[in-house]
């Protein structure tokens, strides 16, 4: 992967801004990054390929340890205490991997304390991310992710019983959400104060609501409400981040204390380089070449294989990535349609072999956003949900259904 060359120092250049490390409990995470946990993407072969990029921005920047916090896709804490195969595979870490970051979904807070129990007792985990920002109807009509802030006793509860079971284990617990259901419906600054009471070690602020799903803008002034309501943990921004440049932009406008980076890195994992570099002070930035683009999707295609054990299936995985790796290359339509039919890693490096390694990195078409952004949406909800910020008998029969109707990954 080339790079614009830069001097290795400590005085932030314009475009980057030197932060302390982040400290998540016991963790000390030297470059203030976090990467999101995003369904069907975060497994353990794309943060491995994320961890060595972040690595490499790190020596750029003239530092060393561990680089930034790659946490797990959701794993639903029903399927984990059930312990089904899919959710013991997804919470498979490789040897290197450390903090070991698992994020967990859940709506019962006995249920998410016994999986909370198991990882920790069992030395699965480092660290807890707790799940409150998920906007997909099928979880949100159950009481469950972005709608379940709006009950305050049962999200208290929630995150208390986590907090307790990890506690013993010096295992830090955080909390990921977003601003609130709706305009109408807000929930961040209230929920932030909560976490903040039963003990967690950071809040994370995606800065818009269940109904905007990745659409419009993010609120980043709510990042910054958040941070001087939220006084004694660190608060994270998320929403928006598809540069180093834009990573910084919200650091200086927030004062957060580091970010989380979801799309952004979507057949981009070099932007963990370009994020390291930023906050050690340097301007380097990665800009690599159509052959070093596609030597990374090759990459990321062996990893797949020995997530999965299965050529085939690892090769159906690395098709929805096949887009957001080529944006703004020249490669073609034929090439690119067939690629998103690719079946084997020898078809795969055959279409490779078809490509000019030598295009350079072609600038403004290759960045921003990357991801479909939808557009706003009524939030779909459980009958009478909005009408109490307590958990009463109804909304205790919908939150009873949550789980299931979410698969174990």
């Not at 999707?297 to 085939?312: I, P, S």
Request: net charge negative; hydrophobic share 40%; aromatic share 6%.
């Amino acid at each position: 992967m080339t790079a614009t060359t830069a001097p290795q120092t400590r005085t932030p250049q314009p475009g980057t801004a030197v932060l302390p490390p982040l400290q998540i409990g016991r963790h000390t995470i030297e470059s203030p990054v976090v990467l999101a946990p995003m369904a069907g993407i975060t497994n353990r072969a794309f943060r491995k390929l994320c961890r060595e990029y972040g690595d490499d921005g790190l020596e750029r920047g003239g530092a060393s340890g561990a680089t930034s916090l790659y946490v797990s896709e959701m794993i639903t804490s029903r399927a984990l205490v059930e312990r089904t195969p899919e959710s013991m595979r997804l919470i498979e870490h490789d040897p290197q991997e450390s903090p070991r970051s698992i994020q967990l979904y859940g709506v019962d807070p006995a249920t998410v304390a016994a999986a909370v129990r198991m990882l920790v007792t069992e030395d699965r985990a480092d660290h807890i991310d707790l799940n409150f920002g998920c906007p997909v109807p099928k979880v949100t009509r159950k009481g469950g992710g972005a709608a379940l802030p709006w009950k305050k006793d049962l999200f208290e509860g929630i995150v208390t019983a986590a907090v307790r079971e990890a506690s013993p284990y010096d295992v830090p617990v955080t909390v990921k959400m977003r601003k609130g259901i709706d305009d109408d419906h807000l929930t961040y600054l209230e929920a932030g104060l909560t976490a903040e009471r039963a003990g967690v070690a950071a809040v994370a602020l995606h800065g818009r609501t269940a109904s905007q799903a990745y659409s419009g803008e993010a609120d980043w002034s709510a990042i910054a409400r958040l941070k001087e309501t939220v006084r004694t943990i660190p608060v994270l921004g998320n929403g928006d981040i598809w540069s180093a440049e834009d990573a910084v932009r919200m650091v200086q406008e927030t004062g957060c204390d580091g970010v989380v980076v979801g799309r952004g890195c979507l057949g981009r994992p070099w932007l963990f380089t370009d994020l390291a570099a930023a906050f050690a002070g340097t301007t380097a930035r990665a800009q690599p070449t159509l052959g070093e683009v596609t030597a990374t999707m090759r990459r990321h295609t062996e990893y797949l294989v020995d997530f999965y054990g299965d050529e085939y299936k690892a090769c159906r995985d690395i098709r929805k990535h096949i887009a957001w790796y080529l944006k703004g290359f020249p490669a073609g339509s034929t090439v690119r349609h067939s690629l998103a039919l690719v079946d084997s890693l020898d078809a795969l490096d055959a279409l490779i072999a078809t490509m000019d390694a030598d295009a350079p990195w072609p600038g403004e078409a290759a960045e921003g956003q990357r991801g479909r952004a939808g557009s706003p949406r009524h939030v779909a909800l459980p009958d009478g949900w909005l009408q109490s910020r307590t958990l009463d008998d109804s909304a205790r029969e919908a939150v009873a259904q949550a789980e299931l109707s979410v698969s174990g990954g």
